[in-house]
T-cell receptor
Framework: KAGVTQTPRYLIKTRGQQVTLSCSPI?????VSWYQQTPGQGLQFLFE???????NKGNFPGRFSGRQFSNSRSEMNVSTLELGDSALYLC?????????????????FGEGSRLTVL | GESVGLHLPTLSVQEGDNSIINCAYS??????FIWYKQESGKGPQFIID?????DKRQGQRVTVLLNKTVKHLSLQIAATQPGDSAVYFC????????????FGTGTRLQVFP
């Protein structure tokens, strides 16, 4: 069974540009969440999607957005890139089957997309 | 604010010794805790979890201890092996927060032969 796949693995952008990152969850997983990992701030929750709807959102500016498609694949977009957006962006999927409530299901992480902003 | 932290950024142990990685959390509303292992170039990998109605949970060579009184979590690795070298994160989750995790800052475990 294939794991969580993220593309691209590495990319370099300049300030002011925008970037789109893609995530394909494990087959059958409907919940996808995104995390930003930096040396200074560690792992921080960005947002979570379930059945094409954002279910939860972290404390990031509106430049960070995401979406989920009917096949559960997800994308996240960062507009007007800043130097501080340089990070490893991790996608995770889980087998959660319900929309509301409860704790997390076991999260399976991809290897991440490493973004460098120059 | 919300925070989950670790006491030691780097832990060096000799192969075969036991390792203990500590974590402090700040929110008493958290009721589910998970330890993750992250190897270089990879995403975090689930190791073991524990719910707040438990004090201890054991897995294969790993044990997680939860002390709700002092909001402390620890991961014990028995007979540490070179393959255990990685960064370890604790994470907290709250009922209703679904898949949103609050991660600690991480501890790097180095295993020497």
């Amino acid at each position: 069974k294939a794991g969580v796949t993220q593309t691209p693995r590495y990319l370099i952008k300049t300030r002011g540009q925008q970037v789109t990152l893609s995530c394909s969850p494990i087959s059958g997983h409907r919940s996808v969440s995104w995390y930003q990992q930096t040396p200074g701030q560690g792992l921080q929750f960005l947002f979570e999607y379930f059945s094409e709807t954002q279910r939860n959102k972290g404390n990031f500016p509106g430049r960070f957005s995401g979406r989920q498609f009917s096949n559960s694949r997800s994308e996240m977009n960062v507009s007007t890139l800043e130097l501080g957006d340089s990070a490893l962006y991790l996608c995770a999927s889980s087998l959660r089957s319900n929309w509301r409530g409860g704790n997390t299901g076991e999260l399976f992480f991809g290897e991440g997309s490493r973004l460098t902003v120059l | 604010g919300e925070s989950v932290g670790l006491h030691l950024p780097t832990l060096s142990v000799q192969e075969g010794d036991n390792s203990i990685i500590n974590c402090a959390y700040s929110n008493s509303a958290s009721d589910y805790f998970i330890w993750y292992k992250q190897e270089s170039g990879k995403g975090p990998q689930f190791i073991i979890d524990i719910r707040s109605n438990m004090d201890k949970r054991q897995g294969q060579r790993v044990t997680v201890l939860l002390n709700k009184t002092v909001k402390h979590l620890s991961l014990q690795i028995a007979a540490t092996q070179p393959g255990d070298s990685a960064v370890y994160f604790c994470a907290e989750n709250r009922f209703g927060d679904t898949d949103k995790l609050i991660f600690g800052t991480g501890t790097r475990l180095q295993v020497f032969p």
